[in-house]
Structure formats: C-alpha cells, structure tokens
C-alpha cells in the first residue's frame, strides 16, 4: 500500500520540474529574444544601406524579409519535440514622409512603383523570432543626406530619439504607463512637434506582439475612456514603439491597400474555400505574427480570402496610416527587457543612422535629469586574484 503523504510531495515535485517559465527570469527565454534581436540589428543595418535614391521601396521591402528568413533559419536547427519555430517577426516596412507606418507594397500593386528620393524622411521597420519571442526594431533615415539634417526634420527626428530615450528609462518596476505618454507629450512640445495620437506599445509575450499591458501616445478623450493604467513589472518585455509627427499628429487612412495581416486566433467558419485556405497558410507560415501577403503563394487567391478573414476578424489587418500631407512623421522603436536591476535594449534603434542638427532642446529639469541617468543594470565588478 502506498503512504500518500510521501507520494504526495513526490507528485508535486513533478509538477514544478514541469512548469515552463515564459518571461525572462528564464535564461533560454532570454536568450531567444536576444538572438532575434541580433538578427533584426543586422538585418536592419543592410536594409539602411539599400535606402537610396531611386530605389523602390517594394524591392528595399523584399529584400529585407529575404535577409530575415535566411538568418532565422541558420541557427534552432535542432528537430523533435524541441523544435523551434522561428522567422519574420514583423515584416520590413519603409514608411515615407506623411506616412506614418506599415507600408509595404505588394508588386502588383501601382505603390510598387514608388522610389525614395532625396531628402524623403523613411521610417523603416522589421522584426524577427523565435520560438515565439519577437524582437523589433524601426529607425529613421533621412535619404540621400551629405550633412546634418536641419529645420523641421531635424526637430522631428531629435523629438523622436529623444523621447525613446526617455521611455526606456521610464519603464521600470512599479512605474505607470501614463507617466511615459505624459513625458513624451512634453517632450514633443519642446521641439514644436506633437506625438502620433493613439499609437500603441505593448508588452511583449510568447507568439503576441500585442499583449494587455500598453503605452499609448497623444490620447484623446475617447482613447483614454477605455484605456488601462498599469504599472510595469520585473521580467517584462516592451516594444516601445515612438511616432512624433511635424503636424496635428492625428492619422487616416488613405487609399493604399492593406498588406500586412496577424492571426488573431478567433475561430470562425469561413465560408469561401480560398478564405480558409488563406488562413491556413498563414497558420502554417506565420504563427501567430504579422505577415504580408507576399508572402502567401498565390497572390490572387489571397486577396480574395483575406477579405473574408478580416471581415470577420479572424485576421487583424495593419493598415497603412498618413498624417496630412505636407506633414513629416519619425520613428523610433526597441525592444526592452525589463529586469530588476536595470533595462536591456534587444534591438537598437539606430540613432546613428541620420545626422540631426536642431536648434531646439529639452529645457524641463526633471526630464533632463531622467535621461541624464543610466537605464542599464550595473557592471558587477570582477575580484581581483590572490
């Protein structure tokens, strides 16, 4: 006869050499979303070299995605139940100018015509993952530029950095997510821009890039009615996302077509055979993250299914989205692993990318102190030897 109260700790022993840790207190975790990090930093570096002048965007935008699933694919090789998914984790995006995010055209489509000029202000995104942990990354360059960028540009840019700046070091342990919106409006308005109103980070969780706990920028009155605040926690993962804006910050939509979609995991049953097919492929390819429709086989095919699929929000389309048109829009965005010591950037956005020379400056004492301190954990010192 078995004694159940020895059997009993045994069991639930079992149970915790079970439990499978999620967040970044797990050293594999960790390790997972560095890795993809690294790849969307390198990748990003070799996107930056193809924005020139003359070049079409939709070609910048392949080949960016090429260079993502041939770098994933080199490394979680291993097969079995310990297989690792991995590939794109945002698809390359280059916005331009009044654009404000998600442009990335298909090749039938007449923006496939569209080039980058000289002075264009491109706003370029990108991400990768494994095993579900997605790092992102998205800078701004300023095409064709030979000396400091200047005027309005140069404000927007500078507003953007800085601001990013200030978030990574806002979001710690037992902060509040309205603190970060309130400082980058301040912000913004010391360099006579405005933030994009009602953009959204999340915090970032195993296959969603789109957890519950958000920071959102500029919010109106109708915004704020339903949004949550909530403090921020140790062994989080944020992907802080910042759009500063020369105009009202306020965005539409216009007639460009949608072309990134994310499975949203909602189950319906779809009534034409190429919605469902659609969906399938993207399960299969994509998972539960952002992916264009380049990506599907049959382009004719996908665009009549994910017609149905968004209708009934099985997927979650990425529209793209402008200011008015004189307007100029900047973007910076990292992933930040939040720990109890300090933060750690899994991506980097790449302030060095474009030279800015504004005449503004931040002038409020408190948010000059902020930044003037270090948001990295501190070096352990090594012990001298005997």
Do not use: W
Request: hydrophobic share 40%; proline share 3%; with cysteine.
């Amino acid at each position: 006869m078995v004694d159940t109260k020895t059997a009993k700790p045994a069991t639930d022993a079992k149970k915790v050499a079970e439990t499978v840790v999620l967040d970044v207190s797990d050293s594999n975790v960790q390790t997972k979303y560095k890795d993809a990090g690294k790849i969307a930093d390198a990748v990003l570096d070799q996107v930056i070299k193809l924005c020139v002048v003359d070049a079409k965007i939709v070609d910048i935008c392949m080949a960016g995605d090429k260079l993502l699933k041939e770098a994933t694919a080199a490394i979680y090789n291993k097969k079995g139940k310990n297989k690792v998914t991995k590939g794109i984790g945002f698809p390359t995006t280059v916005s331009v100018n009044n654009c404000v995010a998600h442009f990335s055209p298909l090749p039938s489509d007449p923006e496939a015509a569209i080039t980058l000029k000289e002075g264009d202000v491109a706003k370029i995104q990108l991400g990768a993952q494994f095993d579900g942990y997605c790092s992102t990354v998205a800078t701004t360059i300023v095409v064709g530029a030979k000396a400091p960028v200047t005027g309005a540009k140069a404000d927007v840019i500078k507003a953007a950095e800085t601001a990013l700046e200030a978030a990574i070091r806002l979001i710690r342990p037992g902060n509040k997510n309205m603190e970060v919106t309130k400082t980058v409006d301040k912000i913004a308005e010391a360099y006579g821009v405005k933030a994009v109103e009602g953009m959204l980070s999340h915090n970032q969780l195993k296959d969603k890039t789109d957890g519950e706990k958000q920071i959102i920028l500029n919010p109106s009155d109708n915004h704020l009615r339903d949004f949550k605040r909530i403090e921020f926690a140790e062994n989080e993962v944020y992907a802080i996302d910042i759009l500063i804006s020369t105009g009202e910050g306020k965005v539409r939509p216009l007639k460009t077509r949608t072309t990134i979609y994310k499975n949203t995991g909602i189950r319906y049953q779809l009534k034409m055979a190429a919605s469902r097919a659609v969906l399938s492929e993207i399960q299969q390819k994509a998972g539960a993250f952002p992916f264009t429709l380049r990506d599907l086989e049959d382009e004719r095919k996908a665009r009549m299914g994910i017609v149905e699929a968004a209708k009934h929000q099985t997927v979650l389309p990425y529209d793209v989205m402008y200011e008015r048109d004189e307007a100029v829009v900047a973007q910076y965005l990292s992933t930040v692993m939040v720990t109890k010591n300090g933060n750690t950037l899994l991506t980097n956005p790449r302030f060095d990318a474009v030279e800015v020379k504004s005449e503004k400056s931040v002038k409020d004492e408190e948010i000059l102190k902020l930044l003037a301190t270090s948001y990295t954990a501190p070096k352990k010192e090594k012990k001298e030897k005997k």
